[in-house]
């Protein structure tokens, strides 16, 4: 009989981060404790070859999933993260061409998975909605567009995450110039409704109330969209692009106010509000300097912490009741990174492998520890369990333990 030791059994009690971004979809861990001193390295576990792409790992019920590129298919691995083997495996057909400009991310996939009562769901680069069975892996309904949009991803590929609300499916799905943004029965994959007024971008949807009403809000291919969670009507839209058609940052909500953000746009929270039933959307502030590319912020306190592609790469954070730059790190610190607020502190992996463990507070950014988790690019997000850290580089996931 095997017997593990404590340490791995108390290690992976903890809650579920289900989703892209986590639980919320905020980037928020607010159960995190943090180790009474910080080693000066962390220890490697284990490490395990999955696969290409970007897809973020996610933990439920005690497993990860990871979602990845093997040759011409996309896998779906479920993890044991207390030995960091294998309990299941599958995969499908899922050729394909890169555009040339987006060459250097490979061929995918980008979308984080989704987990949800005893399911996982996966949006492939090409557009293709899957459905399987979280405990052995066997496949469900799947759903791949072919005919019904004149592309089922955008130019670079699908990025865009799906989410699960009142047993709906959501994503935004087909091409450029042509796509919507759908839900579908998560038992049987019945489309339940659609909005198409706009093609996908690359940013992922949130799911918010809003003035009582339960709505759908994310960055599209030209506007910030708000409609309703359980119907797809349309609520309010904003117009906005960014150079190359590139909307990439998920929102975040901040009290009754939405945040976004996008290449060479600024920052700025958003207020939507309703009368007499008549949607409409206020700005509340706009910081015009800082701006995020494919960064998603975080709120820390009452502060917005995000990383700008300004000067070649650097972390900021902003009042997020009034938008002003309060703490701006050092320049130069690569084309990405991902961000995590747990408790009091900031998780920052930049796509070097490089993951910086700092306090938000105060007027500049002065990292507690570093620590070299990759030595290969690093564009997913990082997993935080108790005790230690999943990251997933080029085509491994790895296990870094704190202690």
């Known amino acids: 009989m095997l017997v593990l030791p404590l340490f791995a059994v108390l290690s992976f009690a903890g809650g579920d981060w289900p989703q892209w971004r986590g639980p919320h979809r905020d980037g928020a861990l607010t159960s995190f404790v943090a180790p009474k001193s910080w080693p000066e390295t962390l220890k490697r576990k284990w490490t395990l070859t999955v696969g290409e792409g970007h897809s973020s790992p996610v933990f439920a019920s005690g497993k990860i999933f990871v979602f990845t590129r093997q040759q011409s298919d996309e896998v779906l691995t479920c993890v044991d993260p207390e030995l960091g083997k294998v309990s299941w495996r599958v995969a499908y057909p899922a050729p394909y061409k890169v555009n040339p400009a987006a060459d250097s991310h490979g061929a995918g996939p980008k979308s984080t998975p989704v987990v949800y009562q005893g399911r996982v769901f996966t949006l492939g680069i090409g557009g293709v909605l899957s459905s399987f069975d979280a405990a052995t892996g066997k496949a469900g309904w799947r759903k791949n567009f072919a005919g019904e949009f004149r592309e089922t991803s955008p130019w670079y590929g699908t990025a865009t995450s799906p989410v699960v609300d009142g047993g709906l499916v959501i994503a935004h799905v087909g091409g450029h110039d042509d796509g919507a943004l759908m839900a579908f029965d998560a038992a049987t994959g019945t489309v339940k409704w659609k909005w198409k007024g706009d093609g996908p971008g690359y940013a992922s949807p949130i799911v918010v109330e809003l003035a009582g009403k339960r709505q759908v809000v994310t960055e599209t291919q030209q506007n910030i969209v708000g409609v309703a969670a359980a119907t797809g009507e349309l609520l309010w839209k904003i117009p906005f692009t960014t150079e190359f058609t590139q909307n990439a940052v998920t929102p975040l909500p901040y009290g009754d106010m939405l945040i976004f953000s996008g290449l060479s746009n600024g920052t700025r929270a958003v207020r939507a509000s309703a009368k007499d039933g008549k949607w409409s959307t206020e700005t509340v502030w706009h910081n015009k300097e800082m701006s995020m590319y494919m960064n998603s912020p975080v709120i820390a306190g009452d502060r917005v912490c995000g990383f ?33 607020a747990a408790g009091d502190l900031l998780f920052v992996l930049k796509d070097d492998g490089q993951l910086l463990v700092a306090s938000p507070t105060g007027t500049t950014f002065a990292p507690i520890r570093s620590y070299t988790v990759a030595e290969s690019p690093t564009w997913a997000h990082p997993l935080i369990l108790p005790g230690g850290l999943v990251i997933k580089d080029a085509t491994t996931l790895a296990l870094w333990e704190f202690n």
């Open 308 to 340: 700008t592609h300004r000067n070649k790469g650097q972390v900021f954070c902003l009042d997020a009741r009034t938008g002003s730059t309060l703490l701006t790190g050092s320049p130069r610190q690569g084309d990405n990174a991902a961000l995590i």
